[in-house]
Structure formats: structure tokens, C-alpha cells
């Protein structure tokens, strides 16, 4: 994947953005609402904790390989001796010469990952003869440049395709979790909003039915009386049962989020029944608008879309690779001689070389159609992810449209229950009709309100689906997005 630095880049600007979210929310004042929670879970939660380090890891796994690849030598000490000995008969003598050498140096290389070589090395040549000995310090530079299509950085590139797909996985499988995560928070957060909003209809149950057994009309009636109170002791049980089921919602939601405390002060009730209601902007967009937003901000895709760059490189890289073409220059100076023999001037030497090598085809040939193979790979995994936005925006919109038509059945069926219940309670105490009647019309009251509290709960789970289709978590991390941009346009060492 294209330069690690920058997806660490990435994964340090998300954590940042997030530190500072928390540094300025302290958890005994933490709010919590449908938004918060994509910071807060992205800070809070253990799991998407280890994800993170999961990516770190695969990163400086990949970092280390491309690093050994592409080496900085600080230091290179080199010693050698050797002798050379010539020997030659004069008359009927055998005369002998010997030269003994030696050589102490000191230099520094740098190898980078297309196979370009610099090195420069600095020390001090000793020669030792019948006539003395002298010794010469020298200086010598080497430098060696692929000149077109070099065949080593192919062989690199394809030979860190195991550390790039386990970093590329790495990331996939953390965008998800981290997608899931948010969204079985936000989940548990609605399913605590529909366990407020039941307690408060039941709430309204028992205060409506409370006023009534204070009515004259009906304690003059003892059976009446006792009908209403065995109602009330019935709505009662419910709404110890729903306090029940509101404290589990609450450590449901602390758990999905990852917080150590979690109080029902902390948590923004929803005006569920708002005409200006959560995800309205979503049902006021073109759908075709939409799911190019959606594109846009889906950070797998932008990730894949990488992937498939470095491969397209590898492919080029491997139809240029026919041939390798190697340039070599090299250069030294040797200082004045100092010893015995005075002789030995200062001088230096340089050397211009390219050599050309033919490649084997049967190799390249394999490289190209894994290239192939791989590009392919993750075009059909982009469109495969663009084909599953562009069905679940549709779907989910649909939903959606469906859903609020629903609910504004049901808000006008609430209305119109409401008033046939207030005119049996008027009836009643006016004498005009029974208790069983007016019973009957709040507990359907009741039911129509408590089927509108779950279609607005299943309203807003449709809205929880297209936050995540939509990328608008990542678009919430701010920053995330632009380091996303800059790492398309990065160069692969």
C-alpha cells in the first residue's frame, strides 16, 4: 500500500481528533446523543482499541520489510592484507621480489528501494617492497542507478505483496469494526430512546387514570372504582417493568460504547415525534445525489482504489521489465604517497559503465498476469462495494418514505383516539356511558401510541443504516477524509 507513513498519518490524526473530543468531554459530563457516540465509541471502545493497534502492527510490519529493502549503512569498516611475489632466473640466480599490501578503510552506503546504490568510503593503502614502505590515503565514491525499467524494484514491489495485503486487511477489517461498532451503539441508543418513550405513554396511562379515580362519579360507584384500580395496579407493573427495561437499554449502550459509567443524565433524549426529526435531511436529497456522497465519503473504497494503483504500478513496471539497464560510475583519489618511496604521485581515477541484461520472460510474463489478476481483484471489489451503497441507499430510502407515511397515519390515528377517549370520559361522568367503554378507549389510546413509538424506532434504525451507507462517520472524524485524499496521490517508494 502506498507509503505507510501517511496511513499512520491516518490512524494518529483519528486518534488525535479523538483524544481531544474526550480530553474536552470528562466521563462523569459526557453527553450522549446519535453523533456523539461515533467520537465516543471510537475513543471509549476496547475493541476498536486492539483494531488500531492491529493496523499499527501491520504497518510497522511493512514499514520493517520496505526498510530492509531500502537500507542506510552508518558505518563500514574494511580491513585486508594480501602479497604478491615474483620470482625470475638471472644468470643462473633466481631473483625474488615481494610487495606485501594492506588496506584500512571507513564508509557509508546507501541502498534505496529501486535498487540505486550510493556509497563513499574513506582510508589508507599501505605497500611494503625491498626498498621500503610507503602508504597512500584515498578516497572513493561508487554509485550505481537503474537507468530505465529496473527488474529489482519489480522483484521488491511483488516480493512485499504478502506485507501490503496483510496491512490492506488490516485496515478493511478495522474500517468495519469500527463501522459496526458505531452502529450497534447508535442501535443500543434508540433501543434506550423506545424503552423512555414507553415509560412515559405508560406514565401518561396512570396519571390519566389516577385524575379519573378522584372524579365524584366514579367513587360513588365502588365496582367502577375498583374496575379502574385494577387497571391502574396493572399499568402500574408495567411501568416498574419498563424502568427494568430502561436500566438494562443504559448498560446496554454503556457497553457498545465502551464507558466505564454511564448515568440517564448523560443521555440527550430525542424529541421522537419532531417534525424537524433526526435524518430529515436524507428524505430532502435526490437519491442519485446521495449515493454519490456516499462514494465519496466510503473510506473501503478509498482504500481499495490504492490497492489497485500499486498493483497497475507493478503491472508497468513489469511490461517495462524486459530489459535491465544498469549505469555504473565510480571514482576515487589517492593522496600523495608518505613513507619510503616519495616516488608515488597523487592522482585519481573514474569510471563510466552500463551494462544490459535480458530478462526472463517466462518470469515477467508471470508478474504481469498476477498484476492482472490482482487488479482485477479489487476492481470487482470496488464495484462490488459501489453496487452495495448504491442497493442499500435505495432500499433504505424507500424504507424510510415508507416508514413516515406510516407514522403520520399513526400521529393522526393518536390524535383522533385521544379525542374519542376524552368524549367517553365526558360521557361517563356525565352518565351517558360505562366504565368498560371508557376503559376500552384509553387502553386503545394506548395501543396506537405505543405502535407509534415502535415504527419511530424502526424510522430511525433505517436512518442509523444510511449514516453508515453514507460515510458519515468518517466525514465526522474530519480529518480522516484528507488524509484518505492525500494518500492517493502519494508516490510508491
Same mark, same amino acid.
Given at each position: 500500500? /502506498?507509503?505507510?507513513?501517511? =496511513?499512520?498519518?491516518?490512524?494518529?490524526? =483519528?486518534?488525535?481528533?479523538?483524544?481531544?473530543?474526550?480530553?474536552?468531554?470528562?466521563?462523569?459530563?459526557?453527553?450522549?446523543?446519535?453523533? &456523539?457516540?461515533?467520537?465516543?465509541?471510537?475513543?471509549?471502545?476496547?475493541?476498536?482499541?486492539?483494531? /488500531?493497534?492491529?493496523?499499527?502492527?501491520?504497518?510497522? *510490519?511493512?514499514?520493517?520489510?520496505?526498510?530492509?529493502? &531500502?537500507?542506510?549503512?552508518?558505518?563500514?569498516?574494511?580491513?585486508?592484507?594480501? *602479497?604478491?611475489?615474483?620470482?625470475? =632466473?638471472?644468470?643462473?640466480?633466481?631473483?625474488?621480489?615481494?610487495? /606485501?599490501?594492506?588496506?584500512?578503510?571507513?564508509?557509508?552506503?546507501?541502498?534505496?528501494?529501486?535498487?540505486?546504490?550510493?556509497?563513499?568510503?574513506?582510508? $589508507?593503502? %599501505?605497500?611494503?617492497?625491498?626498498?621500503?614502505?610507503?602508504?597512500?590515503?584515498?578516497?572513493?565514491?561508487?554509485?550505481?542507478?537503474?537507468?530505465?525499467?529496473?527488474?529489482?524494484?519489480?522483484?521488491?514491489?511483488?516480493?512485499? %505483496?504478502?506485507?501490503?495485503?496483510?496491512?490492506?486487511?488490516?485496515?478493511?477489517?478495522?474500517?468495519?469494526?469500527?463501522?459496526?461498532?458505531?452502529?450497534?451503539?447508535?442501535?443500543?441508543? +434508540?433501543?434506550?430512546?423506545? @424503552?423512555?418513550?414507553?415509560?412515559? $405513554?405508560?406514565?401518561?396511562?396512570?396519571?390519566?387514570?389516577?385524575?379519573? !379515580?378522584?372524579?365524584?362519579?366514579?367513587?360513588?360507584?365502588?365496582?367502577? $372504582?375498583?374496575?379502574?384500580?385494577?387497571?391502574? #395496579?396493572?399499568?402500574?407493573?408495567?411501568?416498574?417493568?419498563?424502568?427494568?427495561?430502561?436500566?438494562?437499554?443504559?448498560?446496554?449502550?454503556?457497553?457498545?460504547?465502551?464507558?466505564?459509567?454511564?448515568?440517564?443524565?448523560?443521555?440527550?433524549?430525542?424529541?421522537?415525534?419532531?417534525?424537524?426529526?433526526?435524518?430529515?435531511?436524507?428524505?430532502?436529497?435526490?437519491?442519485?445525489?446521495?449515493?454519490?456522497?456516499?462514494?465519496?465519503?466510503?473510506?473501503?473504497?478509498?482504500?481499495?482504489?490504492?490497492?489497485?494503483?500499486?498493483?497497475?504500478?507493478?503491472?508497468?513496471?513489469?511490461?517495462?521489465?524486459?530489459?535491465?539497464?544498469?549505469?555504473?560510475?565510480?571514482?576515487?583519489?589517492?593522496?600523495?604517497?608518505?613513507?619510503?618511496?616519495?616516488?608515488?604521485?597523487?592522482?585519481?581515477?573514474?569510471?563510466?559503465?552500463?551494462?544490459?541484461?535480458?530478462?526472463?520472460?517466462? =518470469?515477467?510474463?508471470?508478474?504481469?498476469? #498476477?498484476?492482472?489478476?490482482?487488479?482485477?481483484?479489487?476492481?470487482?471489489?470496488?464495484?462490488?462495494?459501489?453496487?452495495?451503497?448504491?442497493?442499500?441507499?435505495?432500499?433504505?430510502?424507500?424504507?424510510?418514505?415508507?416508514?413516515?407515511? +406510516?407514522?403520520?397515519?399513526?400521529?393522526?390515528?393518536?390524535?383522533?383516539?385521544?379525542?374519542?377517549?376524552?368524549?367517553?370520559?365526558? @360521557?361517563?361522568?356525565?352518565?351517558?356511558?360505562?366504565?368498560?367503554?371508557?376503559?376500552?378507549?384509553? &387502553?386503545?389510546?394506548?395501543?396506537?401510541? @405505543?405502535?407509534?413509538?415502535?415504527?419511530?424506532?424502526? +424510522?430511525?434504525?433505517?436512518?442509523?443504516? $444510511?449514516?453508515?451507507?453514507?460515510? #458519515?462517520?468518517?466525514? *465526522?472524524?474530519?480529518?480522516?477524509?484528507?488524509? +484518505?485524499?492525500?494518500?492517493?496521490?502519494? !508516490?510508491?517508494?
Amino acid at each position: 500500500m /502506498r507509503n505507510p507513513p501517511i =496511513l499512520r498519518s491516518l490512524l494518529a490524526t =483519528l486518534t488525535l481528533a479523538a483524544a481531544a473530543f474526550a480530553a474536552n468531554q470528562p466521563a462523569s459530563t459526557v453527553l450522549v446523543d446519535a453523533r &456523539s457516540i461515533v467520537n465516543l465509541v471510537f475513543e471509549h471502545n476496547l475493541e476498536i482499541a486492539a483494531e /488500531r493497534y492491529n493496523v499499527e502492527s501491520a504497518e510497522l *510490519q511493512f514499514e520493517r520489510f520496505v526498510r530492509s529493502q &531500502s537500507q542506510f549503512i552508518p558505518l563500514i569498516a574494511e580491513t585486508g592484507a594480501g *602479497q604478491v611475489a615474483e620470482s625470475e =632466473l638471472v644468470g643462473g640466480r633466481r631473483l625474488e621480489e615481494r610487495e /606485501r599490501s594492506g588496506t584500512v578503510s571507513l564508509g557509508i552506503e546507501k541502498e534505496f528501494f529501486d535498487g540505486t546504490t550510493i556509497g563513499a568510503r574513506s582510508g $589508507l593503502r %599501505t605497500t611494503e617492497d625491498d626498498f621500503g614502505r610507503d602508504s597512500n590515503p584515498f578516497v572513493e565514491l561508487g554509485l550505481r542507478i537503474p537507468l530505465f525499467a529496473s527488474f529489482t524494484r519489480l522483484e521488491r514491489i511483488t516480493e512485499r %505483496t504478502f506485507e501490503e495485503s496483510e496491512m490492506l486487511e488490516a485496515w478493511l477489517d478495522f474500517i468495519e469494526r469500527l463501522r459496526d461498532a458505531i452502529n450497534e451503539s447508535q442501535l443500543a441508543y +434508540f433501543d434506550l430512546q423506545e @424503552d423512555l418513550g414507553r415509560r412515559t $405513554l405508560i406514565g401518561g396511562v396512570i396519571h390519566d387514570l389516577q385524575l379519573l !379515580t378522584q372524579e365524584p362519579h366514579l367513587t360513588s360507584r365502588p365496582g367502577d $372504582l375498583a374496575q379502574v384500580q385494577a387497571q391502574l #395496579q396493572s399499568y402500574q407493573s408495567d411501568y416498574i417493568q419498563a424502568e427494568g427495561n430502561l436500566d438494562s437499554a443504559r448498560i446496554g449502550l454503556l457497553d457498545n460504547i465502551g464507558l466505564e459509567t454511564l448515568t440517564l443524565d448523560q443521555v440527550l433524549t430525542v424529541d421522537l415525534y419532531a417534525e424537524d426529526f433526526y435524518g430529515a435531511h436524507y428524505l430532502e436529497k435526490d437519491v442519485p445525489i446521495l449515493i454519490d456522497e456516499a462514494v465519496r465519503n466510503d473510506v473501503e473504497i478509498r482504500v481499495l482504489e490504492i490497492a489497485r494503483k500499486n498493483e497497475e504500478l507493478k503491472k508497468d513496471l513489469a511490461i517495462k521489465g524486459r530489459w535491465d539497464i544498469i549505469g555504473r560510475l565510480a571514482g576515487g583519489y589517492d593522496f600523495a604517497s608518505r613513507g619510503a618511496n616519495r616516488a608515488r604521485p597523487a592522482g585519481y581515477s573514474a569510471g563510466l559503465s552500463v551494462s544490459v541484461q535480458r530478462n526472463d520472460p517466462k =518470469l515477467l510474463a508471470i508478474s504481469l498476469r #498476477q498484476s492482472d489478476a490482482e487488479i482485477r481483484k479489487y476492481g470487482a471489489q470496488i464495484a462490488h462495494r459501489q453496487r452495495q451503497l448504491h442497493n442499500e441507499i435505495r432500499r433504505n430510502l424507500l424504507q424510510a418514505v415508507n416508514a413516515r407515511t +406510516f407514522i403520520r397515519e399513526l400521529m393522526s390515528g393518536r390524535v383522533l383516539r385521544r379525542g374519542v377517549y376524552e368524549q367517553k370520559r365526558a @360521557d361517563y361522568l356525565a352518565g351517558n356511558d360505562t366504565i368498560d367503554n371508557l376503559i376500552e378507549a384509553r &387502553s386503545q389510546l394506548h395501543n396506537v401510541e @405505543d405502535d407509534l413509538i415502535e415504527e419511530l424506532i424502526e +424510522f430511525y434504525e433505517i436512518i442509523i443504516d $444510511l449514516d453508515e451507507a453514507t460515510g #458519515q462517520y468518517f466525514v *465526522q472524524l474530519g480529518d480522516a477524509v484528507q488524509q +484518505f485524499d492525500r494518500m492517493s496521490t502519494a !508516490t510508491v517508494p
